[in-house]
C-alpha cells in the first residue's frame, strides 16, 4: 500500500527559529491534507494541496506541493510557542478515500 | 456548531473484555473514519464509511474488530476479546465527503490491563 514519509521525526527549535517538516512519497502523491495535534488534543485540519507546485500561505505557515507531486513541506516562519505539537501529512492517492498518514514530526519550541 | 462527539472520552477494561466505542459526527457529513493512535504514534486507518456505501474495512488489525454505522450517521466501533496490545487512543473523525478535510473528534482511551 501507499507510504508516506516524514521528516524529520523531532525537531527542537529555539523561539523565533524557523521550521520545517517534508513529507515524501515514491508514488504520486494526489490529494496532501496537513493536521496539526496538540499535545493531549485531536488532530486538526491546517490545509489541502492538490495541484502540481502548489503554494499556500497561512500567516507564518507555508505550505509547498512539489512538481513531480511526490512530496510537500510545511514551513513555519519565527516560531511561537503556540506552534507546539505534531504536525502529520496524510495523502488519499489516486481514487482512494483513506487518508494514509506520515508518522509526524513532533515540534519543541524553547522559549 | 457541534464537532465530532466520542464517548466515552476513557475506558479501562480487563484483558477478554468486549468493548464497544461510540462515534457521533458533524450533522450532514457522509464520510467516517476510525483511527487508532498509540502513545506518541501515527494515525492507523481501521476504517471509512461513506454514505450507504459498503465501508472500507480494510485496515481492521483483526476479526476482533468490526464496527457499523446506523442510519448513515452514528458508529460504533467494536473490539471483541481485547488484548493488552488494543490500548491506545481511537480516534473517529468526519467529513462533508470523501477526500475532503477531516474533523476529529476527541478520542476515547482505551487501556486493557
Known amino acids: 500500500g501507499q507510504q508516506v514519509m516524514q521528516i524529520p521525526q523531532y525537531q527542537h527549535v529555539q523561539e523565533g527559529e524557523d521550521f520545517t517538516t517534508y513529507c515524501n512519497s515514491s508514488?504520486?502523491?494526489?490529494?496532501i491534507q496537513w493536521y496539526k495535534q496538540r499535545p493531549g488534543g485531536h488532530p486538526v485540519f491546517l490545509i489541502q494541496?492538490?495541484?502540481?507546485?502548489e503554494v499556500k500561505k497561512q500567516k507564518r505557515l507555508t505550505f509547498q506541493f512539489g512538481e513531480a507531486k511526490k512530496n510537500s513541506s510545511l514551513h513555519i516562519t519565527a516560531t511561537q510557542t503556540t506552534d507546539v505539537g505534531t504536525y502529520f501529512c496524510?495523502?488519499?492517492?489516486?481514487?482512494?478515500?483513506?487518508?494514509?498518514f506520515g508518522k509526524g514530526t513532533k515540534l519543541s519550541v524553547i522559549p | 456548531g457541534a464537532g465530532v462527539s466520542q464517548s466515552p472520552s476513557n475506558k479501562v477494561t480487563e484483558k477478554g473484555k468486549d468493548v464497544e466505542l461510540r462515534c457521533d459526527p458533524i450533522?450532514?457529513?457522509?464520510?467516517l473514519y476510525w483511527y487508532r493512535q498509540s502513545l506518541g504514534q501515527g494515525l492507523e486507518f481501521l476504517i471509512y464509511?461513506?454514505?450507504?456505501?459498503?465501508?472500507?474495512k480494510s485496515g481492521l488489525p483483526s476479526d476482533r474488530f468490526s464496527a457499523e454505522r446506523t442510519g448513515g450517521s452514528v458508529s460504533t466501533l467494536t473490539i471483541q476479546r481485547t488484548q493488552q496490545e488494543d490500548s491506545a487512543v481511537y480516534l473517529c473523525?468526519?467529513?462533508?465527503?470523501?477526500?475532503?478535510?477531516?474533523?476529529f473528534g476527541d478520542g476515547t482511551r482505551l487501556s486493557i490491563l
Open positions: 473523525a468526519s467529513s462533508k465527503q470523501g477526500r475532503q478535510p477531516q474533523h
Open positions: 508514488t504520486t502523491l494526489s490529494n
Open positions: 494541496l492538490v495541484k502540481s507546485g
Open positions: 496524510a495523502d488519499s492517492g489516486a481514487g482512494s478515500y483513506q487518508l494514509t
Open positions: 450533522s450532514g457529513h457522509t464520510a
Open positions: 464509511f461513506q454514505g450507504n456505501s459498503a465501508p472500507d
